[in-house]
C-alpha cells in the first residue's frame, strides 16, 4: 500500500521524484500541495533529484527568481512598450462597457442618501449653496463660538492669550 506521501508525490506530476526525494529527506518540513509552497532545482536541471541540488520555496519567490534571470531583448521589450501605447477600444467594446455600467452607482455615495431633510433644513442648505451671506446676528454667534474655542484650546496648552485678544474676551 502506498503512503500518503507517495500519492501526494504522484499528484504533482513530472516533478514527482523531486518531492518524493524532498520529502523522504526532509519529512518535518514536506511540501504538501495547495500550500504555496514549491521545489527548486538549484543547478536547474530537472532531472538531478539529489537532496543537496534541492530547496523549497514559496512560489512567489520561486517566480521572483526565476523572473529575475529572464533576459529580454531589446526588441521584445520594444513590441512590448508599443502593445500598450495608444490602445483603442473598438466601438463595439465601448458600447458593451458602457452598458455594462447603466444603472449602477460608479461614484462615491454620500453619507446622507435617502435620509430625509426637513424644509428648513433644505433652504439653509440652497442658502449656504449660493453664497448669501450671513447676517449679522450669525456672524457675532459664529464669532462668540469660535473665540470661546481658541480660549478653552490655550488653556489646555498654557498658552498666553494675545494682546489683540485681551480686550474682546477680558473686557
Known sequence: MASIREIRAQEYGRHSKGWKVWND???????LPDTGYVLHHKDHDHSNNAPSNLK????FAHMSY????????EKTRRKMADSKVGHQHSEETKRKISASKV?????????NKGIPVSEETR???SIAQLGIPQSTETKKKISAAMKASWNKRRKEKNH???KKLRHEVHP
Request: charged share 25%; net charge positive; no cysteine.
Open 56 to 59: 523549497k520555496m514559496t512560489t
Open 103 to 111: 444603472g449602477k452607482n460608479l461614484g462615491w455615495i454620500p453619507w
Open 66 to 73: 526565476h523572473m529575475k534571470r529572464r533576459t529580454v531583448s
Open 160 to 162: 498666553p492669550i494675545p
Open 25 to 31: 529527506t526532509n519529512p518535518e518540513d514536506p511540501i
Open 123 to 125: 433652504r439653509k442648505m
